[in-house]
Nanobody
């Protein structure tokens, strides 16, 4: 059984920063690919960033490339999303996902359907 809990969301002004955390209760966290997705009102859940099991290979959506950074601490079972230069269009509920059996251990998973477990989400609101 895998449980994920996100934290760190909140209200921030345009240009500000937030760091999201996802704490995992998972026996084999070391082997999981982890990802961050987000869902704005009336929109589909979309890919934001992902990281492979060892925390070396990462992938980002074009919209956040250069502003967001994903990292994975296998000793603490936590994955982070550092968000800088926030924009109003970043406003959404952010979800952490775990891919227990990634198709590739060198390239992180990008597709929503590849993830097996999700956290309840944390709200990020960027005010202009």
């Amino acid at each position: 059984q895998v449980q994920l809990v996100e934290s760190g969301g909140g209200l921030v002004q345009t240009g500000g920063s937030l760091r999201l955390s996802c704490a995992a209760s998972a026996p084999k966290f070391l082997s999981y690919t982890m990802g961050w997705f987000r869902q704005a009102p009336g929109k589909e859940r979309e890919f934001v960033a992902s990281i492979n099991w060892e925390g070396i290979s990462t992938a980002y959506a074009d919209s956040v490339q250069g502003r967001f950074n994903i990292s994975k601490d296998n000793a603490k079972n936590i994955v982070y999303l550092q968000m800088n230069g926030l924009r109003s269009e970043d406003t959404a509920v952010y979800y952490c996902g775990a891919d227990l059996q990634p198709m590739s251990y060198s390239r992180p998973s990008l597709g929503r359907d590849e993830y097996d477990f999700w956290g309840p989400g944390t709200q990020v609101t960027v005010s202009s």
